[in-house]
T-cell receptor, first 114, second 109 residues
């Protein structure tokens, strides 16, 4: 099976712009979750989508939003970018069972906000 | 508030010796615990997990120990190899996954 695919790999944006990141999960996986990784902060949970519905949400401002399509692919959007949004954004997929054993991660999108 | 904590940002170990990575958590409702390994420019990969009904799980050179009364989790790597040099994240789950801040392990040849 192909792994989790995230595009683009790198992005450079300026403050105030918006950005959309894409994630294709492992075939058959219905859950996609998004994480932000910054130095010293570990992986901070953004949100999780299951069957096109947001199932869980972390403590991020409303500028961070997402959606999931019927083929389980997911997009994450960040509007009005701030310098502090510079981070590695990771997408993870799983079969979606509550308490599912593992998350499978993509390689991430490295976002730099100038 | 950080529900899963890794208080050691870095650890250096000689090749062949034991590496012990520690993790503490605050939520007694967590029922599953995992360790992930991350190399630069790659996403984290699953390493080993343990259910809350167990206190130990082994997989080759990797062993995870769970002390529920202390809300403490540890990962032992024996013997440590240079290829083990990476950032290790512990995670806990109830309805979602909570990750620690990571420990950067360096195994010195």
């Amino acid at each position: 099976k192909a792994g989790v695919t995230q595009t683009p790999r790198y992005l450079i944006k300026t403050r105030g712009q918006q950005v959309t990141l894409s994630c294709s999960p492992i075939s058959g996986h219905r859950s996609v979750s998004w994480y932000q990784q910054t130095p010293g902060q570990g992986l901070q949970f953004l949100f999780e989508y299951f069957s096109e519905t947001q199932r869980n949400k972390g403590n991020f401002p409303g500028r961070f939003s997402g959606r999931q399509f019927s083929n389980s692919r997911s997009e994450m959007n960040v509007s009005t970018l701030e310098l502090g949004d510079s981070a590695l954004y990771l997408c993870a997929s799983s079969d979606g069972r509550v308490g599912s054993e593992k998350l499978f991660f993509g390689s991430g999108t490295q976002l730099s906000v100038l | 508030d950080q529900q899963v904590k890794q208080n050691s940002p870095s650890l250096s170990v000689q090749e062949g010796r034991i590496s012990i990575l520690n993790c503490d958590y605050t939520n007694s409702m967590f029922d599953y615990f995992l360790w992930y390994k991350k190399y630069p420019a790659e996403g984290p990969t699953f390493l080993i997990s343990i259910s809350s009904i167990k206190d130990k799980n082994e997989d080759g050179r990797f062993t995870v120990f769970l002390n529920k009364s202390a809300k403490h989790l540890s990962l032992h790597i024996v013997p440590s190899q240079p290829g083990d040099s990476a950032v290790y994240f512990c995670a806990a789950s109830d309805l979602q996954f909570y990750f620690g801040t990571g420990t950067s392990l360096t195994v010195i040849p």
